[in-house]
């Protein structure tokens, strides 16, 4: 039963990613509104607004860590 | 390069009667940056006098340029004194042109709704005469919204006189009624929606309508007479604003300055190579009337970038941010090395390279200032993309190399590995340049507990990493375990309560470069799948091979604007958060020369 086994492997990586990318977005979603709503106000806050958005970006990578070590489980083909 | 511009303060005092030839020298110079004086124990200066009919002459100028639209580039004009006039005439011309065209458009729309009013009743025969002139009967005219029956006016009075008719889609009624039913037909008018036609008994239709055209016909003529005053002296208007501006700048200098009755001081900074030469020309211009001194000063002074052309461009990256502070090191030339090589290495594809090195090179000939730095930042990068393209040996996702020095879809954990050590590079350079601005700035013992905390906590965990998990050595766990500890409690000295908090964020911060690889396995995964798709159309043959073209085409646009988007975004995030959170307080405030272009960064 090679074949689920790998199946399971990939869908766990699958979930580390769908997962991770999902609160990301959740995240970036709140702090997106808010980074334009201050550019609204005061344009030069572009730098500090763009910082503050692509912060929780970091979550996804951890995902992806994640994900690229279950891979690892696999035996190799 | 590394250290922004060095300053010095600079304080002149002169004579009054020198002001203006002083203030004259300084603009044209453009070489201090002033400074407002607000101690207590002078007074500041008052702006000549002369000053106010300049800034009128400008509102005026400023609000004709609005108007027109104008955004033509100005040119410096050497006698301002000529203009005066000709503005002045140009400005009669184009305030009696404005209110007439407004006179006329007011009669425009009058004329306008009483055409509206009157025409609907032509179909009824009615002429306005026709609802003027009696004793005891109310009239009603106008359109109504639901359509009304004269049964239900019947319900009221049987004496009345109604008419009705659709005109241009309106529902155009005329009633006439005795007046002591007046209310209750208003009030039965009012639940149908009704709004009344305003007009004259005298109101002549063909009359209205020859005058309408009248007035159109003078409208345009008028319209036509500005868009001229527009084209023949747009260009003067944009000159001698900017000119004038100038001008404004100079009389109200004195605004910053503190005077007494026969003197003023002023005081700013200057560039320190400049400073020197700076005295000597003022000195024998005043013919040593003036007294120049340097000041030392513990204060802050302006931040003025410096670096050599090919770096320039990456300060686009700092005005972005924040200006650094006068003591801070200026990051832009460690911008300039890293930022394209990050870009360059998640696009990493010679093809990529080559299109978006063409389009930048095409569109900086379109640009100017701001835009212009970003567009040459990235043309570096478009080079560096190049560069690793050859490296993973891609063409627009096509391996064209048999064994490329590093394979980015297989090499998985390999490219992974890679882009971690590189961020744990990255950040031991950002904790090295900290010490070096705390050093500067608050002396030793604040740099070591710090950033020094942070380069030991650094160095432990790796010694445990290199036991645990590589066993390399055999010390590394007890060496690892001391550094990290003394290296806690340092932090903790330095930074308190906050700095512990923030230990995770050494781990996140260094997994945050694995980014390096995942934007440019996404990249390349979406290559292959273009290729592999056209491949499969091309296989086919005949028609098929249009389609498979046309894929190919579009595929690889959307993923180099992807790709553009894309990397840039993430190399100029792992430097704003990753890199500068370790060393960058910015927070400088830009040198501004007297008489410099404003917005000319």
């Not at chain 2, 409208?219 to 001229?228: A, S």
């Not at chain 2, 040459?376 to 064209?400: D, K, M």
């Not at chain 2, 550094?483 to 330095?494: D, E, Q, S, W, Y």
Request: aromatic letters at 12%; glycine letters at 8%; proline letters at 3%.
């Amino acid at each position: 039963m090679v074949e689920l086994e790998l199946g399971l492997i990939a869908i766990g990586a699958g979930i580390a990613i769908a997962g991770s990318a999902y609160a990301a977005a959740i995240a970036e979603k709140e702090i997106g509104t808010a980074a334009v709503g201050a550019m609204a106000e005061k344009e030069e806050l572009f730098g500090k607004a763009l910082i503050l958005t692509v912060i929780p970006e970091t979550l996804v990578i951890f995902g992806l860590v994640i994900a690229i070590m279950i891979l690892g489980l696999a035996p190799a083909s | 390069m590394i250290h922004t511009k060095k300053m010095s303060r600079i304080r002149i005092t002169g004579p009054k009667p020198n002001l203006w030839s002083l203030i004259n020298e300084l603009h044209a110079m453009k070489l201090m940056h002033l400074l407002d004086y607000n101690g207590k124990d002078f007074e500041t200066g008052n702006s000549f006098p002369e000053a106010e009919p300049v800034s009128d002459k400008l509102v005026k100028l400023r609000s004709i340029i609005s108007q027109f639209n104008l955004k033509l580039t100005p040119r410096i004009i050497k006698d301002l004194s000529v203009c005066s006039k000709k503005f002045s005439s140009i400005y009669e011309n184009y305030f009696d042109l404005t209110s007439k065209i407004s006179s006329l458009k007011e009669k425009k729309t009058f004329l306008f709704s009483q055409k509206e009013s009157i025409e609907p009743f032509s179909s009824l025969n009615l002429i306005p005469a026709n609802f003027f002139g009696y004793e005891s009967i109310s009239v009603f005219k106008g359109t109504i919204k639901k359509p009304l029956l004269e049964i239900e006016i019947e319900k009221t009075t049987k004496d009345f006189e109604f008419f009705f008719s659709e005109f241009q889609g309106k529902k155009v009624i005329a009633l006439f009624v005795s007046d002591q039913f007046k209310e209750k037909i208003q009030g039965l008018l009012a639940e149908h929606g009704f709004s009344e036609f305003h007009f004259e008994e005298n109101s002549d239709l063909k009359q209205i309508n020859s005058d309408l055209t009248e007035t159109e016909k003078q409208l345009t003529e008028l319209e036509n007479k500005l868009n001229e005053l527009k084209e023949n002296e747009g260009q003067f208007l944009s000159d001698y604003e900017f000119n004038l501006e100038k001008e404004n700048e100079k009389l109200e200098a004195p605004l910053k300055f503190a005077v007494t009755e026969n003197a003023f001081v002023i005081d700013g900074w200057v560039a320190l190579k400049e400073a020197k030469e700076m005295q000597a020309k003022l000195e024998s211009l005043t013919k040593n009337k003036i007294f120049i001194e340097f000041i030392e000063t513990k204060e802050q002074a302006p931040t003025a970038l410096e670096n050599p052309s090919l770096v320039k461009p990456f300060e686009f990256f700092m005005n972005l941010y924040a200006l650094p502070k006068y003591t801070e090191l200026d990051p832009t030339f460690l911008v300039f090395i890293t930022f394209p090589l990050f870009f360059g290495f998640m696009l990493g594809d010679v093809g990529y390279g080559i299109v978006t090195l063409a389009a930048f090179l095409f569109l900086r000939t379109k640009f100017k200032g701001e835009a212009r730095l970003l567009l040459n930042s990235l043309i570096v990068a478009s080079l560096a993309t190049i560069l690793f393209g050859f490296v993973f040996g891609e063409f627009f996702g096509f391996e064209f190399v048999e064994h490329p020095l590093l394979n980015r879809v297989h090499d998985l954990q390999l490219m992974l590995l890679i882009s971690i050590l590189v961020g744990l590079i990255h950040i031991t350079l950002g904790f090295f340049i900290g010490f070096y601005n705390v050093l500067i700035q608050h002396g030793f013992k604040h740099a070591v507990f710090e950033k020094g905390s942070w380069l030991i906590i650094e160095a432990g965990g790796l010694l445990v990493i290199s036991e645990m998990i590589l066993g390399m050595t055999s010390f590394g766990n007890i060496l690892g375990g001391i550094m990290l500890l003394a290296g806690i409690i340092l932090l903790f000295k330095g930074e308190g309560v906050q700095g512990i908090i923030e230990l995770p964020a050494i781990l996140s911060n260094t997994l945050s470069y694995a980014r390096l690889f995942a934007v440019g396995l996404a990249s390349v995964q979406l290559a292959l799948i273009i290729n592999k798709f056209a491949t499969q159309f091309f296989q086919q043959g005949g028609l098929m091979i249009i389609a498979a073209i046309l894929i190919l085409l579009l595929g690889h646009l959307i993923n180099i604007l992807l790709g553009l988007i894309g990397p840039f975004l993430h190399s100029l995030r792992l430097h704003y958060v990753e890199f500068f959170g370790k060393f960058y307080e910015g927070g400088g405030k830009r040198f501004l020369p007297f008489g410099a272009e404003k917005n000319n960064v």
